[in-house]
Structure formats: structure tokens, C-alpha cells
């Protein structure tokens, strides 16, 4: 009963935390701020402002969001979701922030964010190839063991491509999200759709490999 207490303090405070961090943005609206769309159900606006509470949110991942994991001794590798629009990059957050999927790999784990936090254990790890080509093996939930891939194509940059099975994702790593601005979705109601960016050639990105 205690473990189950603190587990609910535990969420009510995370989600206590992104919520001053998503007011906090959205007070810093200016009035030459570049909106996407402004309606009566959302609006959607590029941020420029680096010190948005908006990049507060879109890096803080939880450790004792998930059960069984611990914060890590050693420095882990934390990434979050690059987004393309007009031939330009930015982060995105996300109406329903249940559609944000940062990624953290630690020397044992690997913590997938999403509408659920998934944690896996890390079975295998393959010393990376030219430096550059980096392969972590790892068993999921029904005990079926899965790959994932991740190749850094600007090292200057902090920039990769993830692939998970037959899924890809454009990732940057956390200390290099503020030389990118961000979209932010805020809502009006309750729900309301997300943002739908441009369409990435994943081989065309890994050609440009740095």
C-alpha cells in the first residue's frame, strides 16, 4: 500500500512539473511569435525563445516513472524527436504530450517514453562500428528478443537516426536541443489533432553522415 502511495505522488508530481513548464511557455508568448495555426480549438506556434519552459518538458525523463528502474550512477545518453517542416528542423511538443517519445539508454536499460514509459532490459551491446554504427539487443515484454540500431550522422550535431525493427526515428541528444527552435501544439480543448510535419528519407539522412 505504501509502494502504491508513493507511486501516486510520484506521477502527480511529474505531471505537476511539465504542467508549470507548459504555463511557463505559453506566458512567454510574444507578439511577433509565428503561428502555424490559431483557432478557437488550438494554436500552434514556432518558439524561439531558449529558455522556454517548453525544453524543460520535452527533456525531463523520470526514472521512478517506471517501475523497477533506478536512477543510473553513470552518465546515460538521452535523446529526444527532430521533426522536419519547410526544410527545417525543429522539436515538437506535442498537444497530448503521451505523443512525445524521448529515448534514454543507460549502461543496463533502455527507456522508451511514450503514452507508456517502456523499460527494457538491455541483453547485449555491440561495440560500435566506425564509430559511428552503435547496436543494442534487448528482450521486450512477451520475452522476443529485438534490435535496435542507431547511427549518428553528425557527430558536431548530436544528431541520429534510430531504426526499432522496421520503425525510424530523427533523434538529437539533450545537449544540443537548443540550437533547434520548437513547435509547440498548445491546446484550447481538451483534444485536439497533433501537428503533421514533413515526411523524412531516412536513407537520404544516413548519406549525410558527417
Not at 13 to 21: A, E, R
Not at 148 to 170: G, P, S, W
Not at 192 to 208: I, P, R, T
Request: with cysteine; hydrophobic share 35%.
Amino acid at each position: 500500500m505504501h509502494q502504491k502511495k508513493k507511486a501516486s505522488l510520484q506521477k502527480i508530481t511529474i505531471l505537476l512539473f511539465i504542467l508549470l513548464n507548459v504555463l511557463h511557455g505559453r506566458a512567454q508568448i510574444k507578439k511577433d511569435t509565428i503561428f502555424l495555426i490559431h483557432d478557437k480549438i488550438q494554436k500552434i506556434y514556432i518558439e524561439p525563445n531558449k529558455e522556454s519552459g517548453y525544453y524543460t518538458s520535452l527533456t525531463a525523463f523520470f526514472y521512478f516513472n517506471v517501475k523497477g528502474s533506478k536512477k543510473p550512477k553513470k552518465k546515460t545518453e538521452k535523446w529526444v524527436p527532430l521533426y522536419r517542416y519547410h526544410n527545417n528542423y525543429y522539436l515538437y511538443a506535442p498537444c497530448d504530450f503521451g505523443y512525445h517519445n524521448p529515448i534514454e539508454i543507460t549502461e543496463k536499460k533502455l527507456l522508451v517514453g511514450g503514452m507508456e514509459t517502456r523499460l527494457y532490459k538491455i541483453e547485449k551491446k555491440e561495440k560500435p562500428l566506425e564509430n559511428h554504427l552503435f547496436k543494442i539487443e534487448y528482450n521486450d515484454y512477451d520475452g522476443k528478443r529485438k534490435y535496435l540500431e542507431y547511427t549518428i550522422i553528425d557527430r558536431q550535431k548530436a544528431v541520429a537516426v534510430f531504426k526499432f525493427q522496421n520503425e525510424y526515428r530523427f533523434m538529437v541528444r539533450v545537449e544540443k536541443v537548443k540550437d533547434y527552435p520548437i513547435i509547440v501544439n498548445e491546446c484550447l480543448q481538451n483534444k485536439a489533432s497533433e501537428f503533421v510535419f514533413d515526411s523524412l528519407n531516412y536513407k537520404d539522412l544516413l548519406k549525410q553522415m558527417n
